[in-house]
């Protein structure tokens, strides 16, 4: 029984920390299979944990939280469209622009408003999100294994966890079942065949970086209103290049990203749990190898499983029309 309840703990904080990465996978996947890659995910959700985290502590509300925190990410987004799409400039510069702008700005804006350090108040109950408990999930928590994955995997989490994990069915429907989401391949494959088609391909891309602001958006507001109680300086912590990455493990599949994110997060969660505890033939691990563990585990994985992954044909390409 203590291996199966270690086990359960491992797996719930498997879903607790995976909910951004799915956000943040996903958000990549809109804009990848549009044909503009984002590297920005991790600013988006830098700026956008910060905006819910400061708009919370002012107003006292989790949903002026989310809405800010949704607003900034898709302005963001629209900053790095306009960059990359209508000024046809380098997409990989200006997402990494938008990484190093958010992360000082944040630090920035916070040590100004707040006089905390860079950090935000420490959020009250009613300005953060609160876990949901299923109807019985405390009468059968005693039944072995089914009341654990009751009670504890399905039962008590938070509504933007619901939400993460509801969106990869809802983003294959997109994608695969309606006339939006076979524009948004097709433009990202053939732009010019889409354009020949009548159909904007400007307009539909800049619709993939709107739905990846809002998923990004998301992501960010979890982490400051859900998975913490309030902003501090950095903590997406590679999160979004994690996201990056899992895309590409999945290579550009909605149910393959859940999946490459779940690992990812099992991976993360691992870390966390041995950390200050003696391996076999090893001993006391130092925590700053604990702590790169999912990082170095991410770049083998990347490096020796994932095959070959094939991006979207157009993607990185600024489209020109032709006269």
Not at 77 to 92: D, E, F, M, P
């Amino acid at each position: 029984m203590d291996f199966l309840h270690v086990l359960f703990v491992l797996l719930e904080s498997t879903i607790r920390v995976s909910v951004p990465l799915v956000f943040a996978a996903l958000a990549g996947l809109f804009t990848e299979r549009a044909g503009v890659f984002d590297i920005g995910l991790e600013g988006k959700m830098l700026g956008a944990a910060f905006a819910a985290g400061a708009a919370a502590a002012v107003t006292q509300s989790v949903w002026v939280g989310l809405v800010a925190a949704v607003l900034v990410s898709v302005a963001l987004s629209l900053v790095h469209g306009y960059a990359s799409i209508t000024q046809r400039g380098n997409q990989i510069v200006s997402g990494v622009a938008i990484n190093f702008i958010v992360a000082g700005s944040t630090v920035i804006l916070g040590e100004a408003w707040f006089r905390q350090g860079g950090r935000t108040p420490a959020l009250a109950e009613g300005a953060r999100f609160q876990t949901i408990n299923f109807p019985g999930a405390d009468a059968v928590r005693e039944i072995p294994v089914l009341g654990p994955v009751y009670a504890d995997l399905l039962s008590g989490h938070f509504l933007l966890t619901y939400l993460a994990f509801a969106m990869v069915p809802f983003s294959w429907w997109i994608l695969y079942r309606t006339r939006f989401g076979l524009r948004l391949r097709a433009v990202g494959e053939n732009p010019g065949a889409v354009d020949t088609a009548g159909i904007s391909v400007i307009w539909l891309r800049y619709r993939a970086v709107i739905c990846c602001g809002i998923l990004c958006g998301f992501a960010g507001a979890y982490l400051s209103l859900a998975m913490t109680a309030g902003f501090v300086k950095g903590m997406t912590a590679g999160k979004g290049y994690i996201a990056l990455a899992a895309l590409i493990f999945a290579k550009w599949r909605p149910l393959n990203i859940m999946f490459a994110c779940l690992l990812f997060g099992f991976l993360d969660a691992l870390a966390i749990r041995l950390q200050g505890t003696p391996l076999p033939l090893i001993g006391q691990v130092p925590v700053q190898l604990m702590q790169a563990l999912p990082y170095i585990l991410t770049v083998v994985l990347l490096a020796g499983f994932i095959g070959k992954a094939i991006p979207p044909k157009a993607g990185g390409v600024p489209y020109v029309k032709e006269r």
